[in-house]
C-alpha cells in the first residue's frame, strides 16, 4: 500500500458553537476521528488530526450576542489548516447543531486551495447528506454511515486518479443535482478495526480540559478521575425508540467488539497513557449479558485499575443482582439507565420502548445495595401523551430519586433529524424543515415546549416546575436523613464553615449548597464519591 503515502489527510474537528439556552461549552474526544486515522495509518496513508475545540489559549469566548465559540478563532483554523498543506480535509460534524460550523471549515479549505478536496462525515451527514450541499459548494463529498472505510476507499481513488465519488456511501453535487450512492454496508467484524490513533493527539490536552470543567461528562472526585476517556465497544441498535437516532446512521444490526478486544484496548490505554477513568459510551454495552460479564470477569483477572461509567445509559432489564455486585468489584461508580417514562403505556404504545418499568426499579435496588451510584434518563412532551401521563413520569423519577438515590434527569421530546418522532411531529404541522443550527441546539437542550393533541406548552413548564422543586425537596430530605444518622458530619460542617469565614471567604446559599452536595445529602454522582476518601 506504499502508494497512498502521497496523499496527505487532514482530519478536523471544527470550532463549537453554543447558542443561549444550549448546552454549555465542552469538547469531548474525538473518537471517530482517531478511528478513521487508525484505519488510514493501518493502509500506509499520512493523516494528521486537527482538532480546533481544545487548542486555544482561552477555550471559550463570545463570538456574538447570544453565541459561544469554543476553540480556536476562524483565523488560526485557516493558518493552521494551510500549514499542514493536505491533500484532502475530512472534516467531522458530530451533532447537527454544529453544521454551520462544519460548513464554515470547509469554505476555508476551499479559500485556502481550491483543489483540496473536503469530505464531510457524522450522524447528521449520514441522515441529512444533502443539507451541506444545498448550503454550500465548498464540500465535495457528504459521507453516509461508517467512515473508515468509505474514506479510505476516497484516498486510493485520489491516489489512482479514477473518479473518487463513485464509490458507496457518497453523496455529491453532480452538475447541480445531488447524487446519492447506495449506502455501504455496515463493518461485520469491529474486531478488524485497529485501536484509535492515540498517538495523533496529545491526551494531556483533553485531560486538561476535564479539570478546568470543559466536559460533556459527569466530573468524578476519584484520585487521577480527570484521566479520562471514552470508549464505544458496540455499534447498532436492534430497538426502535421513537426518539432516537442511533439506528439510523449505526444501523439497526448489534455489532460489537469482542471481549478479548475491548480488554487489549483498556489494558494499552492504562499502561501507554495511564488512563484511570473510561467512559462506556454505548447504547446498548449490556445487550449481551455473556459478553459483557466477560469484560468485567476480565477487568479483574488483569487487575486493571480503572473506574468507570454509562453515560449515555444502559437498559435496566439486562441488570441482575450479580451483574451490578461485579460492575461494583470493576471500578463501577455510574450507572445511568434510559428509562424515558415513568408510565408503562406510554412506554409500549408511544416510544415503543420495550421496557418494563418494574425492571426499572428492582435495577435501582441492586444498585443501591452495592452502593453504586445511579441516574435515570427521562423524557416528556411526546405527541399522544397527556399531561396525566407525564406528570406519571415526574412523579416515578422523583420517587426513584427519594427512595433508591436514582439521580432523574427530565428532557423534552426533541424531534431530531431523520427520526420517527419528527415524521409524526411534521404530520401534524409542529415540527418543521430548515431549522438553523440555533434552534436545534434550543430544541435538544429541552426548549421544544409546543402545544400538542393532549397537552400544551404550558402544560409542559408546570411538569418542569413540580420536577425541579420535587428536587428541593428531596434535598431537604436527604440532607435531614443525612445528619440524623451522622450527627458528627454535621458538627464537622459547621466547623469548617466557621474556619472559612474568618480566613474572609463568604459564607453564601451557594457555598452552603455545595458543602452539603459535597457531603453525600443530595446523592449526586459527581461528589458523592468524595465521603468513602475522606
Known amino acids: 500500500m506504499e502508494k497512498n503515502k502521497n496523499i496527505k489527510v487532514l482530519l478536523v474537528r471544527p470550532p463549537s458553537r453554543h447558542v443561549e439556552g444550549s448546552a454549555k461549552p465542552s469538547a469531548g474526544f474525538p473518537l471517530g476521528l482517531l478511528y478513521l486515522a487508525a484505519v488510514l495509518e493501518k493502509n500506509s496513508c499520512q493523516v494528521k488530526i486537527y482538532d480546533a475545540q481544545i487548542n486555544a489559549a482561552e477555550p471559550v469566548y463570545p463570538q456574538a450576542e447570544g453565541v459561544i465559540h469554543m476553540g480556536d478563532n476562524w483565523e488560526v483554523v485557516r493558518e493552521k489548516i494551510e500549514k499542514n498543506n493536505p491533500d484532502l480535509v475530512g472534516i467531522t460534524c458530530s451533532f447537527s447543531t454544529q453544521m454551520d460550523n462544519t ?102 490536552d483533553y485531560f486538561s480540559l476535564y479539570v478546568r470543567g470543559f466536559t ?113 468489584k470493576t471500578g463501577c461508580v455510574y450507572l445511568i439507565f434510559g428509562v424515558e417514562s415513568g408510565n408503562q403505556y406510554v412506554l409500549d404504545n408511544i416510544i415503543c420502548k420495550s421496557l418494563n418499568l418494574e425492571h426499572v426499579e428492582r ?45 432523574p434527569g427530565l428532557f423534552i421530546a426533541t424531534p431530531l433529524p431523520g427520526t420517527r418522532l419528527e415524521k409524526v411531529l411534521k404530520d401534524k404541522g409542529i415540527a418543521k424543515d430548515g431549522l438553523s443550527s440555533e434552534e436545534l441546539a434550543k430544541m435538544t437542550q429541552g426548549c421544544f415546549a409546543q402545544d400538542s393533541d393532549a397537552f400544551t406548552a404550558k402544560d409542559i413548564e408546570i411538569m418542569l416546575k413540580k420536577f425541579y422543586q420535587g428536587l428541593k425537596i428531596n434535598f431537604v430530605y436527604n440532607c435531614v436523613k443525612f445528619f440524623l444518622f451522622n450527627p458528627v458530619a454535621l458538627v464537622s460542617l459547621f466547623s469548617h464553615l466557621w474556619n472559612l469565614q474568618k480566613t474572609g471567604v463568604k459564607v453564601d446559599k451557594k457555598l452552603l449548597i455545595g458543602k452539603l452536595e459535597y457531603k453525600n445529602c443530595f446523592k449526586k454522582p459527581s461528589q458523592r464519591r468524595i465521603m468513602e476518601n475522606e
Open 103 to 204: 460548513i464554515k471549515t470547509a469554505e476555508i479549505v476551499k479559500g485556502i486551495n481550491k483543489k483540496i478536496i473536503t469530505v464531510v462525515g457524522g450522524p447528521h451527514a449520514t441522515v441529512r447528506p444533502e443539507d451541506f450541499l444545498i448550503k454550500t459548494k465548498a464540500i465535495d463529498i457528504v459521507v453516509r454511515g461508517e467512515g473508515e472505510y468509505i474514506l479510505l476507499d476516497i484516498v486510493r481513488a485520489i491516489e489512482a486518479k479514477t473518479d473518487f465519488r463513485n464509490g458507496d456511501g457518497i453523496v455529491f453535487n453532480d452538475g447541480g443535482s445531488i447524487k446519492i450512492n447506495q449506502q455501504r454496508h455496515f463493518i461485520e467484524d469491529l474486531d478488524e478495526l485497529p485501536f484509535p490513533a492515540y498517538h495523533l493527539i496529545n491526551l494531556e
Open 363 to 407: 435495577a435501582a435496588i441492586f444498585c443501591k445495595e452495592a452502593s453504586i451510584d445511579a441516574g435515570a434518563f427521562f423524557v416528556i412532551g411526546f405527541p399522544g401523551e397527556t399531561s396525566k401521563q407525564m406528570d406519571d413520569t415526574v412523579n416515578f423519577a422523583l420517587r426513584l430519586q427519594k427512595k433508591y438515590d436514582v439521580f
Open 216 to 328: 460533556p461528562r459527569p466530573v468524578f472526585s476519584l484520585e487521577n478521575s480527570h484521566r479520562e476517556v471514552s470508549l464505544i465497544t458496540s455499534r447498532g441498535c436492534p430497538f426502535n425508540c421513537i426518539f432516537c437516532s442511533i439506528h439510523l446512521h449505526m444501523g439497526k444490526k448489534w455489532r460489537f467488539h469482542s471481549a478479548g478486544y475491548v480488554l487489549r484496548h483498556l489494558s494499552f490505554l492504562e499502561s501507554e497513557y495511564a488512563v484511570k477513568h473510561i467512559h462506556f459510551e454505548d447504547d446498548n454495552l449490556t445487550l449481551d449479558i455473556n459478553r459483557f460479564n466477560e469484560i468485567l470477569n476480565g477487568i479483574l483477572s488483569k487487575n486493571l485499575r480503572i473506574n468507570w461509567d454509562t453515560p449515555n445509559g444502559i437498559r435496566a432489564d439486562r441488570i441482575t443482582k450479580d451483574i451490578v455486585t461485579q460492575c461494583k
